[in-house]
């Protein structure tokens, strides 16, 4: 058999221990279908001593993670610490710069420094991976990489936060509000303690960032991603969605415009229910890609977890024990072939738009949002709701805009702003088309 | 820029014609993908003078397909004949010998020999590649191969065969009768003029023997297929299913069991509601994949058509360009290392049974046939129907079993066989658990 292919693995939290224990159970299976033994040489992380269940004492130790990459012994250094820069980043670079492949699951830092790093690795003629850091254990990297390579893909999109999708799905079915389920997702370990990055649409923005440029052949730009998240979403939306043959999910879509511009967003969204995207509940990610010959292609799993996300480090580990040096760009093509396009005016996009407005309930407000709607152009499909009023005395009134320009209904909005019959900013979410 | 790699198309059917129009279309982003030149260089087909809306004029013509693999300009065959044995197999094997890879969307062709194929591919050290004979456009074959190459497989099962979802689903749709819908498939052409091989599950047979083999690490045994098909299916059954909360869908399932043996089987299942596979309607393939540390994935997309399997074929070239000689063995492990499981004994497979029986509308032949499920020791959930007299006075009679062993059911059915009270052998469908 071929000689060993030896990894360092930098980071020993619940999916770096969940990594020994996949090549502890799965070892021989791997070694069979990589045709080479793979071993772990050494590993480092922040706490020596700390118990994590997986036994390490075949491994060097090593105190400072970023010095695994000049360890003479290494031949792919595996990043699991996560952060978009510090130790994780210098780690990545020392690796690379001492020709040695990276695999990572840091979807911050690949969204973040992504192109430097694979400008690096393609230098080095070593290879950057990072199947784990979009969409947990589905090989959807690969999938568009390489089982759509001979496509244009025209559109992505995904539900690509799980603990997001947990829960708008669990409000869903028991009609629970954002708050109650955030909790409970808390406890069930679905969401961290400090959610942010997860429902403000941050996680899935990065993810989207990476996808993006792996379709459409551009450069990462993450600044030019606009996020939403679905901490204003109320059991009342859901509910009229619902009414309406449509369930909220939060996606995140990205296209390239026939301009050549990149349209890249995260935002929840109405999805009709014949979509399989709607059909998606619990801790899942999907990802669509559609494709000039392949068709609509759907990738679906589970979106994070120690488990899922070590199967996909570790994919990306006997990919490199089977292709040797020979892996292409991380990008697909390489980073200097890679187009920097502007971000894409969302103002010219149509869609028809559910908006939701929290109202004080006495008379002539909605004859104020109506006109502020006729002002900017924007017809009225159906207003879906005028509630009964909350406590506070406010209500919310509901309504789905027919297909319209985006910049249409932002004027609408303008007019509104500042206006004593809102008690807060409207919801607005567009219809998946 | 590197050589370029230069190809030699047997077959210029839709497939072919279709691949040679990929490569007019898609030709400058596949080559910036590859990080090479693709380049066709002879073709062979049966007949030279049809027009197929593709320029062949650049491409040496050979009249015997079979010597293409003869040619010292040509690095890759792809072979797009069909048929399993002929021609196709003649030309794989011409191909294999002379050391060139071979690439193929020929399902029946690996079903049957894809042992000796990939035998000979080893042996010379080159790549024998079908991601397009197994769901069309959708890359499961590299999802399996590559993307879950850390798991250990435990099951799997989808929607392999196209004409049967459209079928089904649009049975479900319109309450029409399968010979209506099979000849309005027939006109849009989602059907053969022959459908034999796809309604009678053979098809989705060929697709899960080779799947299980690369799941399960085990020899190719297509003759241990069960297969079943869709011609029994009645509008009647889709409604009583659907008055249950499932959809009937025709899967092709395979596990690897606990005593080392194989289950292959095709069959029209009860899918229920919320399982992603009962929401897939249409010409859809979609494959579930239950691993070890992935979790459930799922692949779905287009299962045939030109366009979606010449992206698959050119996937499988991309991929030749991209890593030159090392691509690993065609089944994941080496021939020599995949296991020759012995058939499972699918008698001791539990589930629960949906059972329609056709009968004379006459006392006595409910308590008959549930006569025959209290001896064979099968117990009935529920008696979801007993009809009114069709024309010629039969009754439809559909029943759903607790869980138990398929033998129990096999022996319910056998003691009823020749029971004047049938009009036609009973319609076994489990509920997939």
Redo the contacts between chains.
């Keep these: 058999m071929a000689e060993p292919l030896r990894i360092a693995l930098a980071g020993l939290g619940t999916v770096g221990a ?1 990594l020994v224990r ?1 090549f502890e ?2 070892g021989a ?2 070694e ?4 080479r033994p793979l071993r772990i040489v050494a590993v480092s992380a922040r706490d020596r001593s700390k118990d994590r269940g997986v036994d390490l004492s075949p491994f060097a130790w090593e105190d400072d993670m970023t010095a695994l990459a000049a360890r003479a012994d290494v031949d792919v250094v595996v990043e699991l610490v996560g952060g978009a820069d510090g130790p994780a980043l210098t780690t990545a670079r020392n690796a690379l710069r001492a020709g040695k492949a990276l695999v990572t699951a840091n979807k911050a830092m690949i969204a973040h420094h992504g192109m430097e790093l694979a400008e690096l690795a393609e230098a080095k003629g070593t290879a950057l991976k990072f ?1 784990a850091a979009v969409a947990g ?3 959807v990297i ?2 568009l990489r ?7 893909i025209e559109r992505i999109y995904g539900i690509l936060n799980g603990t997001c999708n947990y829960i708008l799905s669990t409000m869903e079915q028991t009609g629970r509000d954002f708050g109650e389920v955030l909790a409970e997702a808390q406890g069930l370990g679905y969401a961290e303690a400090d959610p942010t990055f997860d429902v403000e649409g941050v996680d899935a923005a990065h993810k989207l960032a990476i996808l993006a440029a792996i379709a459409f ?1 551009t450069r990462i730009d993450f600044s030019a991603v606009g996020i939403g998240g679905i901490g204003r979403v109320r059991a009342a939306d859901i509910t009229q969605a619902e009414a309406l043959g449509y369930r909220i999910r939060l996606l995140g879509i990205a296209d390239r415009e026939e301009e050549g511009r990149l349209f890249q967003r995260v935002q929840p969204c109405l999805v009709p229910h ?1 979509h ?1 995207l709607a ?3 619990g801790p899942t990610n ?1 990802v669509v890609a559609e ?12 979106g994070a ?1 120690d ?2 996300t ?3 480090v ?2 990306d ?3 490199l024990a ?3 040096g ?4 991380p990008f ?2 390489p980073v200097a ?1 890679l187009e920097a396009l502007g971000a894409a005016d969302a103002g010219h996009r149509t869609a028809r738009t559910y908006l939701r407005f929290t109202v004080a309930d006495r008379p002539g407000v909605l004859a104020e949002i109506a006109a502020a709607m006729r002002d900017a152009g924007v017809s009225i499909e159906s207003l879906i709701q005028k509630g009964r009023p909350e406590e506070g005395g406010e209500v919310l009134v509901a309504m789905v805009t027919h297909e319209c320009p985006e910049a249409r209904v932002t004027e609408a909005l303008r007019l509104l702003e500042g206006s004593p019959s809102l008690a807060e900013p409207p919801l607005v979410m567009p219809l998946l088309g």
């Design positions: 969940g996949l159970t799965n299976l791997i069979r279908r990589a045709g199947e254990g589905i090989p690969k999938g390489e089982g759509a390579a001979a496509n244009r052949g014949g399989p059909a998606v509940d999907a494709c000039d010959y392949a068709g609509r292609l759907l990738f679906q799993g589970a977890g488990g899922p070590a199967s996909a570790a994919a580990i006997i990919d089977r292709h040797g020979e892996v292409g760009a697909s093509v072939a």
